[in-house]
């Protein structure tokens, strides 16, 4: 089965603190593991993605996250927010089960920066 | 790297009449392309399936009848919205994958229908 849970639906932080966006997740084959942006009435855009090369993954504008298989989780960090990462943020996983590809969505979380 | 096209990004239509969108993979061969459709405030909800040259594969309670995916080419998926209403007002995204590429989005496309 395939399902990702994404722990908190809003996250506030002030400008310059730590961000942290948690994703679990379950796979029964060997998944990727993607973060996306969301900004307001805009597409998706990619930010990271892990398809098992090296677990800490490095994407743009700062953010990083770690592929974790004995907890199941790739949270998303950032050592310092900025105002422009106010925005929804999707955990996605893949795997090609059962000989076709399948992918799920998270619910989503969404980043508010306070100045 | 991978590029995704989708036209058109807003649309404004009619009830009753259909809307084409389409998704172009401009650098890359698609093998699969994925269409999502976005409520306010939701998450990504995936509708179906598409592999070049097969019928789409559709998810649960997705009409098929109502939109219709073409995938003629590795290049080419398209979403027709049939005889639109309100309630189909929404926001599309495609998505493609080819065989060196993760996942490549669209830029979306936010249908009204009035």
């Known amino acids: ?115 | 790297g991978a590029v995704v096209s989708q036209h058109p990004s807003r649309v404004i239509c009619k009830s009753g009449t259909s809307v084409k969108i389409e998704c172009r993979s401009l650098d890359f061969q698609a093998t699969t392309m994925f269409w999502y459709r976005q409520f306010p405030k939701q998450s990504l909800m995936l509708m179906a399936t598409s592999n070049e040259g097969s019928k789409a594969t559709y998810e649960q309670g997705v009409e098929k009848d109502k939109f219709l995916i073409n995938h003629a080419s590795l290049t080419l998926s398209t979403l027709t919205v049939t005889s639109a209403h309100p309630e189909d007002s929404s926001f599309y995204i495609c998505s493609a994958i080819g065989e060196s590429y993760g996942y490549t989005f669209g830029s979306g496309t936010r249908l009204t229908v009035v």
């Open chain 1, 1 to 115: 089965a395939q399902s990702v849970t994404q722990l908190d639906s809003h996250v506030s932080v002030s400008e310059g603190t730590p961000v942290l966006l948690r994703c679990n997740y379950s796979s029964s084959y060997s998944p990727s593991l993607f973060w996306y942006v969301q900004h307001p009435n805009k597409g998706l855009q990619l930010l990271l993605k892990y398809t098992s090369a090296a677990t800490l993954v490095k994407g743009i504008n700062g953010f990083e996250a770690e592929f974790k298989k004995s907890e199941t989780s790739f949270h998303l960090t950032k050592p310092s927010a900025h105002m422009s990462d106010a925005a929804e943020y999707f955990c996605v996983v893949s795997d090609r089960g059962g000989g076709y590809q399948k992918v799920t969505f998270g619910t989503g979380t969404k980043l508010q920066v306070i100045p």
